[in-house]
């Protein structure tokens, strides 16, 4: 990856160039990590005020069932995914995750009802790995299509409405979840009220040759500012949200990583639709039985970064290993390192003393509840 000759851009590379950012290689494509306000003043701008983000490198799908009823391709996807689909309301969007034969995370996605259509956006990372996936196991009843002639923006932060409100009045009807296709300066896009920062705020995915177009707009605005990499990572880590990689990944359960709010009473047991999917056995028995560890929230003590993949011991001696951060980094609206990672069960409550070795060093760690700032959803 050091090779940029290798590697993919989206249609908003230019723009990044002229901005000054500085790019980096990320999930195969070269991205903006930071611009020249940095990584601190970006983070705080958008828990501030608005950040515009590229997020082009994920993947946008269509599924659609060839009967052309979108209660079948729900039921299709269902055969994937943990989650109730199908009571997902037209307009609607929620969140799931692949699982696979061991009841593992294969990659988290976002999952759309559009009418006649399924519209999901999987990671970057799991892009083509999930396409293959979806198209080997539900090609014999839906038609999957990538979609890639479009860009996809997001637009983070208190006065993300505001900021969108410039280019369309009705954004303020729109709830979190909430899935619009709506005309931004005569371009159809689709609008979803999401995101990944822990704030109010929209991801827009817009046809890539108005990409550029549409961002300077939004840029035009006074509040609004360009984000990179760097903050997106620290707002959503401070928002106590997975990225897939890091936190979650094929060695880990969805309830190993307290996502069982994701799966909905009908696919739990006794639900409707009970089960289902890749390895709903081990997902349904951790559901009722628990599980011997958890995905927790890390505070440091003092003012240095725990990061990720540092291990996580019971004592200040560092004689008995309990865990690994799994994220971690210095969090800029809490003023203080921030982390998450996997601990055993009996180490797992808020306020237990553990400790994390950092260069040779024992530091102390007290386990936190997740998220480490209060989301500002627009519910």
């Given amino acids: 990856m050091d090779d940029t000759a290798e590697l993919k851009i989206t249609p908003l590379h230019s723009l990044h160039l002229s901005l000054g950012a500085r790019m980096v290689p990320f999930a195969g494509y070269d991205m903006p990590v930071q611009y020249p306000a940095g990584v601190m003043k970006e983070h705080i701008q958008t828990r501030t005020s608005a950040g515009l983000f590229d997020v082009s490198h994920m993947g946008q799908v269509i599924i659609k069932a060839k009967s052309g009823k979108v209660e079948d391709a729900a039921l299709a996807l269902e055969t994937l ?128 040759d108005k990409a550029e177009f549409i961002a300077k707009a939004l840029l035009e605005h006074p509040d609004c500012e360009p984000i990179g990499l760097g903050a997106r990572d620290s707002l959503r880590l401070e928002a106590g949200l997975c990225l897939y990689g890091n936190d979650i990944d094929t060695t880990t359960s969805p309830i190993e990583a307290a996502l069982e709010w994701a799966i909905q009473k009908a696919r739990r047991a006794g639900g409707e639709r009970e089960g289902g999917y890749p390895g709903a056995s081990r997902i349904l028995t951790e559901q009722a039985n628990g599980t011997s560890r958890r995905r927790v929230g890390l505070k440091p003590e003092g003012k240095a970064p725990v990061r990720g993949h540092a291990k996580l011991f019971a004592d200040a001696e560092g004689k008995t290993e309990i865990g690994e951060v799994t994220s971690g980094g210095f969090g800029p609206s809490v003023e203080g390192p921030v982390a998450m990672g996997y601990v055993p069960k009996e180490y797992s409550a808020a306020g237990t003393a553990i400790f994390a070795e950092v260069r040779g060093k024992y530091l102390p760690v007290s386990v936190a509840a997740l998220p480490f700032i209060t989301p500002t959803y627009k519910r």
């Fill in 81 to 208: 995914v943990p989650v109730d689909i199908l009571a997902l309301k037209e307009g609607r969007q929620r969140y799931g995750f692949f699982t696979d034969d061991n009841g593992c995370i294969l990659d988290d996605l976002m999952i759309t009802n559009r009418g006649d259509h399924l519209f999901v956006v999987v990671n970057a990372s799991c892009k083509d790995a999930d396409l293959a996936h979806m198209k080997a196991h539900l090609s014999d009843s839906c038609d999957i299509t990538l979609l890639d002639d479009r860009a996809l923006i997001a637009l983070q932060g208190p006065r993300a409405e505001a900021v969108l409100a410039e280019l369309w009045a009705g954004v303020s009807g729109m709830k979190f979840m909430d899935v619009r296709e709506v005309p931004l300066l005569d371009v159809s896009c689709i609008v979803s009220r999401s995101g990944y920062s822990g704030e109010d705020g929209f991801e827009i995915s817009v046809p890539a």
